[in-house]
């Protein structure tokens, strides 16, 4: 399976994933926790790698993502403000 890049990252969800985080002052190894909770498995390198936009996120992925950070997937997406 190829993995397409967009603008050189692997997805778009990143840096707002990042800035989610820190506004609720979470460790990366806090958020991968978190995100364990709701059935994921994810490791804190897994967190890293999304938030500089070497690692591909799926759409369960980013759905949990938006549900534990309180945010709408549209957000992460920066389709709004």
Known sequence: MKIYDYHGKKNICGERLREARVIRRLRQEDLAAKIQLEGVI?????????????????????????????????????LED
């Open 42 to 78: 994810m490791e804190r390198d897994s967190i890293s790698r999304i938030e500089i936009g070497t690692r591909f996120v799926s759409d369960f992925e980013l759905m949990t993502f938006a549900r534990v950070l309180g945010v709408s997937v549209n957000w992460l997406l920066g």
